[in-house]
């Protein structure tokens, strides 16, 4: 019975994390919209005390962290970048502390039937921070799904903290700065990339990560 149980949570647990992002952007682009007079005269230390919050949001899939990212600098400008960065790695924080309670057991033994799977999860061990980094690096890979791989295959707590770190800064110093060019939230939501500038540098993050996972996976 607790076998069962723990299969399920493992399970559900990656597929909310999947489903939820796709779910909630557009409640959240909503809510934006219709309170964004009271958004704009929130200062720092209104940011910095809803920062919590919104780590949890993005722990659990509800606020991607870059879409929060291009937010809060059309709202609150450069001084966004510290408490993103504060708000990115306690998400990692609290993801890493739910791989912890939950029984990911299941899961891995279904994946260990595999041997080229087993191959990837080894080849993951032995390069875990420069996987964690390349993946984290490109804003196809989602958040809270990515963080949740990782610490549900044993990668060290150490290498999730620093190879996320590394990895967020590039994309997340895209978005703001994106936000802070925004003229109107309704045209950033739009065109959430900034124009051609923005889409070739997501596009040159895409490519840089691509390569580097494919390069440390071809290592032998």
Not at 7 to 18: D, E, L, M, P, R
Not at 53 to 77: E, K, N, Q
Not at 93 to 117: A, E, H, Q, T
Not at 151 to 173: E, N, Q
Request: charged content about 15%; hydrophobic content about 50%; proline content about 4%.
């Amino acid at each position: 019975m607790h076998n069962s149980r723990s299969k399920y949570t493992s399970w559900g647990s990656f597929v909310i994390f999947t489903i939820l992002p796709l779910l909630s952007s557009s409640y959240l682009t909503y809510y934006l919209f219709q309170h964004q007079e009271i958004i704009a005269e929130w200062g720092f230390n209104t940011w910095l005390l809803y920062s919590f919050l919104l780590a949890v949001l993005c722990a659990i899939a509800i606020i991607p962290p870059t879409l929060l990212a291009l937010v809060m600098g059309f709202f609150a400008g450069w001084k966004a970048f510290p408490l993103l960065v504060l708000i990115n790695m306690l998400a990692i924080v609290l993801i890493y502390g739910f791989s912890r309670l939950v029984d990911f057991s299941f899961v891995r033994n279904w994946l260990n039937k595999d041997p080229k799977v087993v191959q990837v999860m080894n080849r993951i061990r032995e390069d875990e921070l420069k996987v964690i980094f390349f993946t984290k690096l490109s804003p196809l890979f989602p958040f809270a799904v990515t963080n949740l791989i990782f610490a549900a295959s044993g990668a060290k707590f150490r290498s999730i903290l620093v190879g996320g770190f590394l990895g967020m800064i590039p994309r997340t110093l895209l978005a703001v700065y994106v936000g802070t060019q925004g003229k109107e939230l309704q045209q950033l939501m739009e065109d959430p990339n900034g124009g051609s500038l923005g889409q070739w540098t997501v596009i040159s993050l895409i490519l840089i990560s691509i390569g580097g996972l494919y390069l440390t996976f071809k290592k032998k």
